[in-house]
């Protein structure tokens, strides 16, 4: 029997593909889906949208850094996870995540880090984890600590947004502390 690592009960983890372009284009038309994310951009043309996407669709895992789609299993995109960051010398990486609103509070975001924290600890050797959080992305925190991550510390006034400055919240995990959460 064949089993994919990339899929759970709830998930899909796959490669971005060039036929995702519609969908990214649409979700980057989300100023406070931006804001969430980054900063609100300006805006993107299909074409450019349509160029990252073939630009991801040929990449594959470098210096640790890969972008998936995560996928239900009705083969909906239903939002992306990407590593970032990731220094193989001391063994730690971050992420970034991003569930469309349509579809969030489903599971989804929770079995895409997990899927990506087991294939990082598990297979690449990694040993740390560290996320930065906007101060007004509560659902984000909530998140996180339901994970088991721990807040390490705050930056003040690292993101400006609607005319105004918030802080950084950083949170950690270590490979010891997933695995004893009963992965």
């Known amino acids: 029997m064949t089993q994919n690592f990339w899929k759970t009960d709830k998930i899909l983890l796959r490669a971005i593909e060039p036929k995702d372009a519609e969908v990214i284009f649409q979700w980057n038309q989300d100023s406070e889906r931006a804001r969430l994310l980054d900063f609100l951009w300006p805006p993107q043309s299909m074409v450019s949208a ?4 073939n630009q991801q669709a040929l990449r594959k ?3 640790g850094e890969f ?3 995560i996928e239900n299993l009705a083969g ?3 939002g992306s996870i990407s590593t970032h960051q990731c220094n ?9 995540l991003d569930v469309a609103e349509e579809h969030r509070g ?8 997990r899927l990506v924290l087991k294939y990082y600890f598990q297979e690449l050797r990694y040993q740390k984890v560290t996320v930065f959080i906007h101060e007004d992305n509560p659902a984000s925190v909530a998140l996180h600590v339901k994970l088991g991550f721990r807040l390490e510390g705050r930056l ?9 400055y918030l802080d ?8 010891e502390e997933f695995f004893s959460g009963g992965e």
């Open 61 to 63: 895992l470098e210096n």
């Open 76 to 78: 909906e995109p239903v």
């Open 67 to 69: 972008h998936w789609m």
């Open 50 to 53: 349509q160029t990252w996407v």
């Open 88 to 96: 193989q010398g001391s063994g730690t990486f971050s992420y970034g």
């Open 156 to 164: 003040r006034r690292m993101v400006y947004t609607r005319g105004q």
């Open 168 to 175: 950084m919240i950083y949170y950690g995990l270590t490979a």
């Open 106 to 113: 489903k599971g989804y975001a929770q079995a895409a880090i």
